[in-house]
């Protein structure tokens, strides 16, 4: 009998992944990953998301329902150094970061699966809407879920190939309506718990309130002093990130002041306070001369980007041009371009149709057909 180790956040799709899998003969071991760093950090409300303390209570009912062992394994410091020391570092360097991407990458997968098969497991399962598939060429990769809706494929395109091959995704095969019914059915006590929406360790999705408070620790003032050593006097300081200076329009002259670059993001038009006619967006955030720069809805869209941070599923490395159909965030329905790459680590993908708000920092994914082709980190339009 394979074992497999499932996280288990609490929530109604990881709850039924697990049922699934032990009605598939799979030796089952629930585990919540305590990720929250102190009882502030994260909601503790009994609808938290899936780091709080609510989420190893409801974890803990579920797999006493379905009769599987349940622990609780201690990740706080991997997702302190991957996840949230990454989301502040990139809002101070005036890049808009998918903390899901890296918790995926370096916690869910790196870390559990590091000590699922310490303890003897053969697999580990999440309840993301997704489906790992081994294709013809040998390579795994991640397919679109059956529901589009919820299709969770996005974030997680920066898993590697052995991740991919101890993975057990049973939720992708169905449509949410049917995994809300299969909760009923079994009875468990998450049938009717809302999907969380927010970002965990940010309950209240004040990002610029949280990076502030963050940066008050004494141990956490380092990540500044880390950016700032690491740039060059006439590139990138992080104190930029907090510091107000100016907006400026799309022919650099001064139109008003912002608060500091991380309160933006591009895109944005909401609480700009620019009085200026006529509906204004933000276009780019210059880290260097810390300015923001303002412009009307058509200034906003770009047929182009560079990404780099690669990772590829489906093939082993691109070779020429390729046609794929392109996400630049995870709400973004997808859009056909031409990627090549430019360098070992550079890719360059241009768009048939201009895309709205390519925001550097986010993930670029690549498909064919319901694969993921891989993805990078955008850096620039």
Known sequence: M?????????????SVAAYLLKDQGYDVIGVTMQI???????????QGGCCGLSAVDDARKVASHIDIPYY????KQEFKDNVID??????LQARTPNPCIACNRYVKWESLLKRSLDIGADYIATGHYARVIKLNNGRYTIRKSVTAAKDQTYALYNLTQYQLSHTLMPVGEFEKDEIRKMAHEWNLPV????????ICFIPDNNYSGFISDYLE????KKIVEDINKRNTVNTIYANNGLTPGNFINTEGEIIG???????????QRKGLNLALGYPVFVTELKQDTNEVVIGKSNEVYSDSLYANQLNFMSIEDLDGEMEVEAKIRY????ATCTIIKIDNDTIFCKFKKAQRAITPGQAVVFYQNDYVLGGGTIIKK
């Open 257 to 267: 002041k912002h608060s500091g670059l991380m309160n933006y993001t591009i895109g």
């Open 2 to 14: 394979k074992k497999v180790v499932i996280g288990m956040s609490g929530g109604v799709d990881s």
């Open 331 to 334: 709400g973004h329905k997808g």
């Open 36 to 46: 929250w760093q102190d009882e502030d950090l994260c909601s503790l409300e009994a």
């Open 191 to 198: 049938a009717d718990k809302p999907d969380s929406q927010e």
């Open 86 to 91: 990454y989301f502040v570092t990139e809002y």
């Open 217 to 220: 620790d004494p141990d956490n």
């Open 72 to 75: 609780v394994m201690n990740f």
